[in-house]
């Protein structure tokens, strides 16, 4: 730009001209390239256009981040779950095995001493109780029914997004 380019006189305020007075030092400027700067960086959008496509962008990142994130722990907390059924049905078993076991004894043809058939008791008992709380519904299943309804909840919002 030079001195035969057209000028324009400008009022400003002294606030305004102290502001751009001081980022024109910062920036290692005269005031008019300041100003210039200024104006043409408005009309390709602008700093204030760029920091929000920046901050859009870092929105965007971290939105990915924490659904990668909640993607890894569901599919953690699938795993435990597939674990837990399998470890239940062992369970299941071996309840089922103490319970023979223990019904055997209590039948055998031949008097077993009192104290084995008292343990044997105790033993069915026990396994009694732990299959009929086996074959009640856990946490972990009423868990599973309200992540359900959780996950039809964000893809009904993913799709109102979606057409907004």
Not at 82 to 109: C, D, F, H, M, P
Not at 120 to 127: D, S, V
Request: net charge negative; charged share 35%.
């Amino acid at each position: 730009m030079g001195r035969e380019d057209p000028q324009l006189k400008l009022r400003l305020t002294e606030d305004m001209k102290g502001r751009i007075t001081e980022a024109a030092k910062a920036n290692g400027r005269s005031v008019n390239a300041e100003i210039v700067a200024r104006l043409e960086a408005y009309e390709a959008g602008g700093d204030v256009g760029q920091d929000w496509k920046r901050r859009f962008a870092e929105e965007q990142d971290a939105y990915r981040r924490m659904e990668r994130l909640y993607d890894g722990t569901f599919d953690v907390a699938m795993n435990y779950r597939t674990i837990l059924a399998t470890v239940r049905g062992q369970l299941l078993q071996y309840v089922g095995l103490v319970k023979s076991l223990a019904s055997i004894i209590t039948n055998l043809e031949g008097p077993p001493p009192p104290d084995a058939i008292d343990l044997a008791t105790r033993l069915e008992a026990a396994a009694s109780e732990t299959k009929e709380r086996l074959s009640q519904e856990t946490p972990l299943d009423q868990a599973k029914s309200e992540l359900k309804k959780l996950e039809a909840l964000i893809s009904k919002s993913d799709d109102l997004t979606k057409r907004d």
